[in-house]
C-alpha cells in the first residue's frame, strides 16, 4: 500500500519536471528553436490551430526557423498569428515560406528570461511541496487507521523527502541548463 503511494508521489514529481522543462522551452534564447512557437495558434478554417500542425517549421541554422504552410493560403494567417504574438519576431515570407530571424538577445532581455526560468522553477517546486505535504497527511491518516504502524510511518515519511529533495535537485538542475542556455 505505501510503496504504491510512494509510486504514485514519484510520477507526479517527475511530471513536475517535465511540465518545467516544456514550459522552459518556450522561453526564447538567442539560438533558433521551433519549441517557441508551440504556444501560438492561427486561425485555421474558424479554429485556433498549432502551427505545428498546419505547416512544416524547421531550424535552417542557428539563428533562422523556417516555416513552409503545407496550404499556402495560410501564410498570411501564420505571419499575423507570429507579429501578433509577444515574440517580438519579425517575418518574412517569399510567397511558399516563412522567414522567421532569431535576432541576438540583449543583457536586458536575457534577465528577463533568466527571471521568468527562475519563477517558472520556483512555481515547480512549490507544486512539488504541496504534492509532498497531501502525501505527509494521506500517509498519517493511514497510521491513525491503523493500517500501517508508526515505524513504516517513519520510514514512509522519510522516503517521501528523499524523493522531494531529489526532485527538487532536478529542478534547480534544469533552471541552471536553461538559464546556462539564456545567457550563451
Known amino acids: 500500500m505505501v510503496n504504491d503511494l510512494l509510486a504514485e508521489l514519484k510520477s507526479g514529481y517527475e511530471q513536475a519536471v517535465v511540465a518545467l522543462r516544456r514550459d522552459a522551452a518556450k ?18 478554417y474558424g479554429t485556433p490551430t498549432p502551427i505545428m500542425q498546419i505547416a512544416a517549421v524547421k531550424v535552417a541554422d542557428a539563428r533562422m526557423i523556417t516555416i513552409q504552410p503545407w496550404e ?15 515574440l517580438g519576431l519579425n517575418p518574412s ?3 511558399s515560406l516563412i522567414r522567421l530571424p532569431i535576432p541576438a538577445l540583449t543583457g536586458e532581455r536575457r534577465k528577463e528570461f ?4 527562475k519563477e517558472m522553477g520556483e512555481k515547480s517546486k512549490i507544486a512539488v511541496r504541496n504534492q509532498r505535504r497531501d502525501m505527509n497527511d494521506m500517509l498519517k491518516s ?6 500501517i504502524t508508526e515505524d513504516e510511518l517513519k520510514k514512509a515519511l522519510t522516503k517521501v523527502q528523499e524523493l522531494t529533495d531529489e526532485i527538487t535537485k ?12 539564456i545567457m550563451e
Do not use: C, F, H, W
Open 27 to 44: 522561453i526564447r534564447t538567442g539560438r533558433a528553436n521551433p519549441n517557441i512557437l508551440d504556444a501560438l495558434r492561427v486561425d485555421y
Open 72 to 86: 499556402k493560403n495560410m501564410i498570411n494567417a501564420i505571419e499575423k498569428a507570429i507579429m501578433s504574438s509577444d
Open 93 to 95: 515570407n517569399d510567397g
Open 114 to 117: 533568466t527571471k521568468q526560468v
Open 142 to 147: 493511514i497510521q491513525k487507521d491503523g493500517d
Open 170 to 181: 532536478k529542478i534547480d538542475e534544469v533552471v541552471a541548463e536553461k538559464e546556462k542556455e
